[in-house]
């Protein structure tokens, strides 16, 4: 599935909002086709509120927005793939369920290390109201 140099030219010819726009429309596909990333969104909102209602410091905001952004890019990257190995193989082939359960795991891991982030931050400020 070699792309020729004829394709490669005209993927270069693009202008800088057409590209933007191709961008836009795969959060926007990701959004609307992907269970995965309809959680990851609700939970962001969710996570974006309680930060706003517990004032969270400036770097505790960039710790959390750069922990929103990784999941949500993660999240796209694996959908990628998997629509990747899908388009490469209808057959069922150990490497093709190695890149989609290798995908998985990268995600997991962030969302992992996200939890992690969160509770580092929210917890004291969450147990500061409760012993108030």
Partial sequence: MNMDSRGDQEEKSH??????GFALSGIVSAVRNERNMKIHLFISVMVVVLGAVLTLTRL????ILLAIGGMLAAEMMNTAVERTVD????????????AKDIAA????????????????????????????
């Fill in 60 to 63: 505790e905001w960039l710790f």
């Fill in 87 to 98: 388009l490469c193989t209808k057959e069922i082939h150990p490497l093709a369920k190695q």
């Fill in 15 to 20: 202008s800088l909002h057409v590209t933007f």
């Fill in 105 to 132: 795991g990268a995600v997991l891991i962030y969302a992992i290390m996200c939890v992690m982030i969160g509770l580092i931050i929210f917890i004291p400020k969450i147990s500061r109201l409760i012993h108030l």
